[in-house]
């Protein structure tokens, strides 16, 4: 009788820290409201302090992603070209996504806005369920007089032709990965190039955010001065809050 008793109070017990201890408790995954973030890693030192310094400071979670040699044993046609790197990431990337719900895929040179732990999730609520694209990266460059764009939602630009929008920074649906990957695999072709096709021929229903929360640091891990607070060209926009820079003025990097 008294290990039965026993029994029961520790069942209650479990019950009660199952469902009644606040959920601030439980360790949850903060990928700025997606199903999971990748970092496509090039392997520089650099780069992995900038990126990883960013977004601890941001208290955001993510996934360093590199392909599996039998990736690279199975797909030949990514490792005959100079950036055959740049490719095999983004690539592989999918397929492990392709588990999820949808992902965000970054290159580990990027720099975020103070604004975008914010802005990023606003953009996501406002997303159609049939989403396949989600650019966080983007220049309107030659098409900013075209039909290339319409104002969609607050935090959204609808995409209806490609304008350049880099590896930099994307999110893909589960259905836009599987569309890029039905497309794209095996044919060499970098993804952001095959992503950017496919919008040009309304394969993929794309957006971007606004206003830019995201932007590419690139190799020297630099900005020119003049990319930042840049308001002079507005299809050209640049954060103006840089997590970087603030970095590297105060010393963190």
Request: proline residues 4%.
């Amino acid at each position: 009788m008294r290990v039965s008793y026993n029994i029961s109070f520790c069942l209650l017990l479990f019950l009660f820290f199952l469902y009644f201890i606040p959920d601030t408790c439980h360790s949850k995954k903060n990928y700025l409201g997606f199903d999971q973030i990748y970092i496509l890693s090039s392997s520089d030192p650099k780069r992995s302090r900038a990126y990883t310094s960013i977004l601890r400071l941001m208290n955001v979670d993510y996934t360093v992603f590199k392909p599996s040699s039998r990736f690279k044993a199975d797909n030949p046609a990514y490792v005959d070209s100079e950036d055959s790197i740049v490719k095999m990431n983004h690539f592989a990337a999918y397929l492990d996504a392709s588990k999820y719900g949808n992902a965000l895929f970054m290159e580990d040179d990027f720099d975020f806005d103070f604004s975008a732990a914010t802005i990023i999730p606003h953009a996501i609520s406002q997303l159609p369920y049939d989403w396949d694209y989600l650019g966080l990266f983007w220049n309107l460059g030659k098409n900013k007089k075209s039909d290339a764009f319409s104002n969609y939602s607050p935090n959204l630009i609808r995409l209806r032709k490609s304008v350049w929008i880099g590896g930099v920074a994307y999110a893909l649906s589960a259905s836009g990965i599987q569309k890029v990957l039905e497309c794209g695999m095996g044919n060499g072709i970098a993804g952001d190039t095959t992503i950017a096709n496919m919008i040009n021929n309304s394969t993929l229903k794309a957006f971007i955010v606004t206003p830019l929360v995201l932007d590419h640091l690139g190799s020297t891990l630099e900005f020119p001065s003049i990319r930042i607070n840049d308001t002079t060209n507005p299809y050209k926009p640049r954060i103006h809050n840089s997590i970087f820079m603030n970095l590297r003025n105060t010393g963190a990097l």
